[in-house]
């Protein structure tokens, strides 16, 4: 639903909020935890906009909000933003709606001398986990992607006959979830190479990342109760990106029967920065399946989710080798797609979730699995940009390439949406870098 907040031509009196290409414009206002650099601070909530970050812990100390926002805003200013997201729809329309207002360039001067006392530079900020998370599902939503590995795992039967019916998930490990710009080191883990007859212990030889979106859940839920797929929308809360980093040679060896162990617990990177589901409102586009394919069963079918169930967000990933770093050069681009090839909706994934029973808990964060778009450079891991290590992927900066990621390799995913109508809104970045094995 498109309200004021979504008007493209309003402004913040915060300048470098219009700047160009700036991905924290008014109409954004998405939600973060963090703390001073450097400091031993108490991390609390905080909103961006512009270069700056909002501190909602000064701000709700300020009492300039009206009673609604106010509480909403008290609970944001936490720790963690597990209870804002517990509180539901309500109280995060009323707080947005506030910001949107005190940070418009009509605000009263009191209401803006007020807010500029709690702007902090985002340069001076260390963002934190958004959420302490409790529980973190990973999807496998992309048809794309499926077929991309499924050609590589199993050539002649590529994909398995429940991927058009449901989006298949596995449970993953929340313990090793990282903010953006935290480093690991090359997991060791056992891998059987092709024709050997017993595995050999090492560090990953076929080290990938994966290109998904993430997002959070709402208010929590009992056990046994289902989300119906037309309720969706108001149970999540925001978006980010989420890098999935993988031990290929590690998963493929130890997936079968039980599913992805070692070789996805060693690190998982999201975004810093909770872009709203309401924030995105203005870049739903219609849900649509290829005539020949199956329809979603009852329970995953609702008309609102074909109207404008998928989210039309752009998505990039840069590789920045250690020679590129040396060099001060950014990197290069590997791959660009959209969100809105995935097979499934974040809507369907929630339903499909719940429709056992399985209880929810606010902040819970869920992966849409990899986003692999239909040609061959909107691929969202390496494994598929190099065909399962076999073409190597040019980086044309500085004359390298690679098969799998090597020690030093940075991986930079970036996501956006822009159309016309509406303003542009960014995600930040995600980044991490491969650091050698531990011995
Ligand atoms: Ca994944």
Redesign the pocket.
């Known amino acids: 639903m498109l309200d004021f907040t979504h008007d493209p031509q309003a402004t913040s009196w915060v300048a470098s909020a219009q700047a160009d290409g700036c991905d924290f414009p008014l109409q954004n206002l998405p939600f973060g935890v963090f703390a001073a650099r450097g400091s031993h601070e108490t991390p609390r909530g905080g909103v961006a906009i512009g270069d700056q970050v909002l501190d909602l812990a000064r701000l709700a100390a300020a009492q300039v909000l009206e009673p609604e926002a106010q509480v909403a805003c008290a609970v944001a200013a936490g720790e963690t933003l597990n209870a804002y997201m517990g509180l539901g729809q309500p109280a995060w329309r009323a707080l947005r709606r506030a910001l949107f207002r005190a940070l418009h360039a009509d605000a009263p001067a009191a209401t803006q001398e007020a807010l500029r006392a709690c702007l902090v530079p985002q340069a001076r900020a260390e963002m934190k986990l958004p959420v302490e998370v409790r529980n973190y599902t990973?999807?496998?939503t992309s048809l794309h992607h499926a077929l991309n590995v499924g050609r590589v795992i199993r050539p002649d039967d590529p994909l398995t006959p429940n991927f058009k019916w449901l989006p298949i998930a596995y449970h993953?490990r929340a313990s090793s979830v990282v903010p953006s710009g935290s480093n690991f080191h090359r997991p060791l883990g056992q891998a059987r190479a092709p024709g050997a007859q017993a595995p050999a212990y090492g560090p990953c030889a076929r080290l990938d990342f994966?290109l998904?979106m993430g997002f959070f859940v709402g208010p929590d839920t009992v056990l046994g109760q289902r989300v119906p797929l037309a309720d969706t929308r108001e149970r999540i809360f925001g978006m980010c990106l989420l890098n999935?980093w993988?031990a290929r040679d590690h998963q493929f060896w130890e997936m079968d029967p039980l599913g992805?162990f070692l070789g996805?617990n060693f690190c998982t990177s999201i975004s810093p920065w909770v872009v709203t589901l309401e924030a995105l409102a203005p870049y739903r586009v219609p849900f649509a399946r290829p005539a020949a394919d199956p329809p979603p069963l009852a329970y995953l079918d609702d008309p609102q989710e074909r109207a404008d169930g998928a989210l039309d967000v752009q998505l990039e990933v840069v590789l920045q080798s250690a020679s590129a770093r040396r060099r001060g050069l950014p990197g290069d681009r590997i791959a660009a797609t959209s969100f809105r090839h995935q097979y499934w909706t974040i809507g369907q994934m929630l339903a499909q979730h719940t429709v056992g029973g399985c209880n929810l808990q606010a902040g819970d964060l869920m992966?849409t699995?990899?986003v692999s778009g239909p040609t061959p450079g909107e691929a969202g891991a390496i494994v598929e940009l190099s065909r399962g290590g076999t073409v190597p992927v040019p980086l044309p900066s500085t004359g390298e390439e690679r098969r799998f990621l090597e020690d030093g390799d940075c991986v930079v995913l970036r996501g956006w949406c822009a159309r016309p109508g509406a303003a542009r809104i960014g995600f930040g970045s995600c980044r991490g870098e491969v650091l050698p094995a531990l011995p």
């Open positions: 990973d999807f496998y993953g994966e998904e999935d993988s992805p996805k992966g699995g990899t």
